[in-house]
């Protein structure tokens, strides 16, 4: 099973927790209930997974989330404090997702992403981008997710790539001719790939209606504008790749 780290001070949440991964039975888990609980866990055990509360009674500052990306984790933030200022705070950290505990049973949505992130192991993505900076930080971020990416850089080599990897279910294409060309890409793609078992995002840097809709006609399944956010572009995966047979 898979290594789990919580890191909670509240004895409710703990237990909330605990009785959902039981039932499910997936996840091998710890907990600490402060910032030096946890680095000691840290020091002693390797983890695939976390999930923290981000204001601890030793660590008020967000702390905890450093400390877990030493140890090259990226947790999943379960607080009440989220707000502008922890966004700026946290620009740079490595993060999967930020759940806030004020809404009814949200740890079930802890434990789903949680799920979530092991099946997504098995959903291999394609993205082409003759960007290396850009296809680098589309691909970081595919991975603190879990997903088996591959970056490419022109219509050739996604063609390829997708020959060598059926199993492929989500192309992201960076729109940036003459390299990529995202209607060619399209138009192949659905020539033997249908929507059912592999989705497409088409990203690009700027609205234009016409273009949008001839993607759609092609067979895109999806575009977004290149100045989206990180939850916007997680959303739109999770959209389109829970859509497949």
Known sequence: MSKLL???????????????????ALFDYDFASNYEEAKVLLSKQRYEYSVVERVLKDASHGEIIALLNKHHLAPIVFTNHINEDFFDDFEGAQIVE???????NNEITVVKR??????????TVVVVSDSIIYSHYLKQNLNLHGFKVFN?????EAYEKIDLHPETSLLIVDSNE???DPMKVVTYIRESKSSDTLKIIVLSEEPNSF???????????DYLIKDF????????????INKLS
Do not use: C
């Open 6 to 24: 919580i890191v909670e001070d509240s004895i409710i949440v703990q237990a909330i927790l605990k009785d959902l991964l039981d039932e499910i």
């Open 98 to 104: 930020y759940i806030q505990k004020v809404k009814h």
């Open 114 to 123: 949680l799920q979530q992130l092991q099946q997504n192991k098995q959903i």
């Open 152 to 156: 490419v850089k022109n219509n050739e």
């Open 178 to 180: 003459p390299y990529v």
């Open 211 to 221: 273009f949008t809709s001839s993607l759609l006609h092609a067979g895109a399944d």
């Open 229 to 240: 956010s990180r939850d916007e572009f997680y959303t739109r995966v999770y959209q389109n």
